[in-house]
């Protein structure tokens, strides 16, 4: 069983706003970083945003136009997106992890399977 799961992605114009969630189907609380990761195809994946250490930190490519929050009452973790742009294309992977966990994939111990989220121009 995939411990956490995506939803919200698709597609979306430039400049148009995408909100995503995850679930988590076991308990995460204010101990556990969060994070959001991405991959467009033929590329790296890329760190998003994060919960980490109590504050929020986002890539600088999506500074100021993406918002992460988080839920632990309900498990969840969410993204949303705002004048989103073509580049911002890829598949969007939330992850739990350690505390300080940041923008460090390696400190993140369960992922989702992903989700597509694709902008057009």
């Known amino acids: 069983q995939v411990p956490l799961g995506e939803s919200g992605g698709g597609l979306v114009q430039a400049g148009g706003s995408l909100s995503l969630s995850c679930s988590s189907s076991?308990?995460?609380?204010?101990?556990?970083?969060v994070g959001w990761f991405r991959q467009a195809p033929g590329k790296e994946r890329q760190f998003v945003a994060a919960i980490s250490g109590g504050e929020a930190v986002y890539a600088d490519s999506v500074k100021g136009r993406f918002t992460i929050s988080r839920d632990n009452a309900k498990n969840s973790m969410y993204l949303r997106m705002s004048s989103l742009k073509p580049d911002d294309t890829a598949a969007y992977y939330c992850a739990t992890g350690d505390f300080w966990a940041g923008a460090n994939p390696e400190r993140y111990g369960s992922w989702g399977r992903g989700i597509q989220v694709t902008v057009s121009s």
């Open positions: 076991t308990h995460i609380d204010s101990r556990n970083g």
